[in-house]
Nanobody
């Protein structure tokens, strides 16, 4: 399969942490700008964090700033989303997406069509 594969979702208590992973066995993530989106029940999909293919710059939306970190492991062809201090409003399906383009500024990534989408991983924050 060509689409990225997400993992790492699950049930966590408020204030807890999770690390999501996104990988592909068929294309090199180093050639793509990679980002995370999420969609909560009854809400539209929104961007979370992204990392540039060209210079490794990152961007996180306001909902993620200070709590989520995106990072790339070239050797493992994997992009991670480390999430801290999770809140019930972070409950959503988290999707990984890849684009072969560069974006200036980087947050423009969220406004354009992606080349690949994963199927998502569910994160539930609840006590």
């Amino acid at each position: 399969q060509e689409q990225p594969v997400e993992s790492g979702g699950g049930l966590v208590q408020p204030g807890g942490s999770l690390r999501l992973s996104c990988t592909s066995s068929l294309f090199s993530f180093g050639d793509y700008t990679i980002g995370w989106f999420r969609q909560a029940p009854g809400k539209e999909r929104e961007g979370v964090s992204c990392i540039s293919r060209s210079d490794g710059s990152t961007y996180s939306t306001d909902s993620a700033k200070g709590r989520f970190t995106i990072a790339r492991d070239y050797a493992k062809n994997t992009v991670y989303l480390q999430m801290y201090d999770l809140k019930p409003e972070d409950t959503a399906i988290y999707y990984c997406a890849a684009s072969s383009n560069d974006y200036y500024p980087i947050h423009a990534f969220f406004a354009y069509a992606m080349d690949y989408w994963g199927k998502g991983t569910l994160v539930t924050v609840s006590s």
